[in-house]
């Protein structure tokens, strides 16, 4: 798994929105704010205006679970079936690679079957036979306020992918402060 981060947007937007609900300084609000990312609910809604895009390559199962969260995010992935059409499979196309090497090699038997139009192979289920561990990159568009909830809700997660994901992306974004408490 892989994450790294693309870009942020938004947060002198964010700053200047907050000041005018306290009638405040810009310099007032920079020093306020983390107190409220974690505050009385509503009150954090400045961080549905930060943005942050993010490249991910993770496996098909972590996605699954990665899709829990899709309100205010966006999602942009590489095209599986263009993918498995280009190029053979190898052990870097799966997460921890692959163990079953003869299985490897089925599924890029069934691929040349798939793209010469052999035998009738469907792409359905040449996609069903992809293990769970299949890597799938996306460029993942969310809020800080998206990221701070995955942050709360999956830091522990018994998946490692979890961790190493958070641990990459906040040590990365601009202001983690907002997404992880100080401790």
Same mark, same amino acid.
């Given at each position: 798994?892989?994450a !790294? &981060?693309?870009?942020?947007?938004g947060y002198?937007e *964010?700053?200047? %929105?907050?000041?005018?609900?306290?009638?405040t300084? =810009?310099?007032?609000? @920079? #020093?306020?704010?983390p107190?409220?990312a974690? %505050?009385?609910p509503?009150?954090?809604?400045?961080? #549905?205006?930060?943005?942050?895009?993010?490249d991910?390559?993770?496996?098909?199962?972590w996605?699954?679970e990665?899709?829990t969260?899709?309100? %205010?995010?966006t @999602?942009n !992935?590489?095209s599986?079936?263009h993918?498995? *059409?280009?190029r053979?499979?190898?052990?870097?196309?799966?997460?921890?690679?692959?163990?079953d090497i003869e299985? =490897?090699?089925?599924?890029?038997?069934? /691929?040349?079957?798939? &793209?010469?139009?052999?035998e009738?192979y469907?792409? *359905? #289920?040449?996609k069903? =036979?992809l293990?769970? %561990?299949?890597?799938?990159? /996306?460029i993942?568009m969310?809020?800080?306020?998206?990221?701070?909830?995955?942050?709360?809700? /999956?830091?522990?997660? @018994?998946?490692?992918?979890? /961790?190493?994901f958070?641990?990459?992306?906040? !040590?990365?974004?601009?202001?983690?402060?907002?997404?992880r408490? *100080? #401790?």
């Amino acid at each position: 798994m892989k994450a !790294s &981060v693309i870009s942020e947007y938004g947060y002198d937007e *964010a700053v200047i %929105g907050f000041s005018l609900s306290y009638n405040t300084s =810009l310099e007032r609000v @920079k #020093e306020i704010l983390p107190k409220y990312a974690f %505050g009385v609910p509503g009150e954090g809604k400045f961080l #549905e205006s930060m943005i942050v895009y993010l490249d991910v390559t993770a496996p098909r199962y972590w996605w699954q679970e990665a899709d829990t969260y899709r309100v %205010g995010t966006t @999602k942009n !992935s590489e095209s599986t079936m263009h993918t498995l *059409a280009k190029r053979s499979l190898d052990i870097n196309d799966f997460e921890g690679g692959i163990v079953d090497i003869e299985y =490897l090699v089925r599924l890029n038997n069934y /691929r040349v079957c798939l &793209v010469n139009k052999m035998e009738s192979y469907t792409l *359905a #289920e040449f996609k069903g =036979l992809l293990p769970e %561990g299949f890597l799938q990159r /996306r460029i993942w568009m969310m809020s800080y306020k998206t990221l701070q909830t995955i942050y709360i809700q /999956r830091y522990g997660h @018994k998946l490692p992918q979890w /961790r190493l994901f958070l641990d990459t992306v906040v !040590s990365k974004i601009q202001h983690p402060e907002f997404v992880r408490r *100080a #401790e």
